[in-house]
């Protein structure tokens, strides 16, 4: 899969009071690519579901909205008991994104 093949649908997730929306498209791959310096390097440690992972995906997701934010500010706001909640978010944002696989039945 090609990353132009995602479909640009994000979902909303809250942080503090504010409602955000998290789309895996160029500014997200861009900020993660910017805090990891390998895209790759990110997409594997998000399938890990590692805590930097995850801090660095909702900061570009902040980013888009707020370009001020920065990643500890971010962080400052996340706390281990939403890393399960924004896990979850993470997956259902990769699952819209993703192409529809055309089945062909009988072949």
Do not use: H, W
């Not at 995850?54 to 934010?69: C, D, G, M, P």
């Not at 990643?71 to 399960?84: A, I, P, R, T």
């Amino acid at each position: 899969m090609k990353a132009s093949e995602l479909k640009n649908k994000g979902i909303k997730f809250k942080l503090g009071v504010k409602e955000y929306e998290l789309k895996f498209n160029m500014n997200t791959f861009c900020e993660l690519e910017e805090i990891y310096g390998d895209i790759g390097e990110a997409f594997e440690d998000l399938q890990s579901m590692k805590i930097k992972a995850i801090r660095a995906l909702i900061y570009a997701a902040v980013k888009v909205e707020n370009e001020s934010a920065t990643l500890k500010e971010v962080g400052e706001q996340l706390g281990l008991n939403d890393l399960e909640r924004l896990g979850n978010a993470i997956n259902e944002a990769l699952n819209i994104s993703m192409p529809e696989v055309e089945e062909k039945l009988g072949e």
